[in-house]
């Protein structure tokens, strides 16, 4: 483990959150499983945000911060996206994101 | 050496929740890939993060996720594997993002010292997050509250325009 450090090892790790997150949000049919994607990718964020921050001279308490922020709008993304995926199951009866074509209020 | 159990946990059950076909599977996988967060978070000391990333996602997001996926019909079976055309461009996207990212990391200067971990405790958090932020906070406070406002109302009223549609 020369030459590679601590926050390079997390970083790694969070951008293989973000490609395979990216990758499966492409490669996914169902709203749910996009959304499943979007939140490993927001996954990603928050721990290269947290590793950033503790591990760099910024400050560690803004980092945790700026994650929390995450948290908060991962929640509020997650409650309305499924609110909006229940009534597109409940109109159309399925949810596979390739057979959604109209879009009538 | 908990690190590299954690990131390879973290990365196996990631890879698992994308490509499992039945939902159900694939949330529980989240599920795992979360805790891996969880401990990671701990490991960089900061506890408090790590408590309320366990509560928020593995609890009350999954639980959310659970919920939805038992509620509507989830054609497990019809979820065919993409033709290769199709899937292709996906992974030739997630690669790229993932090596230019590599890139970035790896030639930003001053990333050869190791720096000694910065532990924040709760308390030291929560005093400089209500000290310095607490706008921000009650911000993102609206926001869920919004959002809640905004699913309920969604969820209900869009149903009973259907049930007369129908009837």
């Known amino acids: 483990m020369n030459g590679i450090t601590h926050l390079e090892m997390y970083q790694f790790v969070s ?4 490609g395979l997150g990216l990758f499966g949000l ?3 049919r169902s709203l749910v499983g996009m959304l499943i994607s979007v939140e490993l990718m927001l996954n990603g964020a928050g721990l290269s945000i947290v590793a950033s921050g503790q591990l760099t001279p910024a400050s560690a308490a803004m980092g945790q ?3 929390l922020f995450v948290m908060g709008l991962a929640a509020a993304e997650v ?3 499924l609110a909006i995926i229940i009534v597109v199951s409940r109109r159309f009866g399925h949810i596979e994101s390739n057979n959604l074509r109209t879009m009538r209020g | 050496m908990i690190f590299y159990l954690t990131g390879g946990l973290i990365v196996a059950s990631t890879a698992m929740a994308i490509t499992r076909r039945h939902m159900v599977h694939a949330v529980i996988y989240l599920l795992f890939s979360f805790f891996g967060t969880a401990i990671l978070f701990y490991l960089l000391g900061a506890p408090l993060l790590a408590a309320l990333w366990v509560i928020i996602y593995a609890g009350a997001i999954m639980v959310l996720f659970l919920f939805v996926v038992m509620m509507i019909r989830t054609d497990a079976t019809e979820e ?3 033709p290769l055309n199709q899937w292709l461009p996906a ?3 997630g690669a790229i993002y993932m090596a230019v990212g590599a890139a970035v990391v790896l030639m930003t200067p001053g990333t050869e010292v190791a720096l000694p971990l910065m532990a924040g405790s709760p308390r030291e958090f929560a005093l400089y ?3 310095n932020h ?4 009650e911000i993102v406070s609206l926001l869920l509250l919004v959002a809640l406002v905004g699913a309920m109302s969604l969820g209900r009223g869009k149903g009973r325009d259907r049930t007369e549609d129908e009837a």
Do not use: D, Y
């Open chain 1, 26 to 28: 492409v490669r996914r």
């Open chain 1, 79 to 81: 409650a309305l996206i």
């Open chain 2, 129 to 131: 997050v209500f000290q």
């Open chain 2, 80 to 82: 065919v594997m993409f």
């Open chain 2, 134 to 137: 607490w706008l921000s906070i």
């Open chain 1, 15 to 18: 951008l293989m959150l973000l």
């Open chain 1, 65 to 67: 911060l700026a994650t």
């Open chain 2, 91 to 93: 992974a030739i996207f």
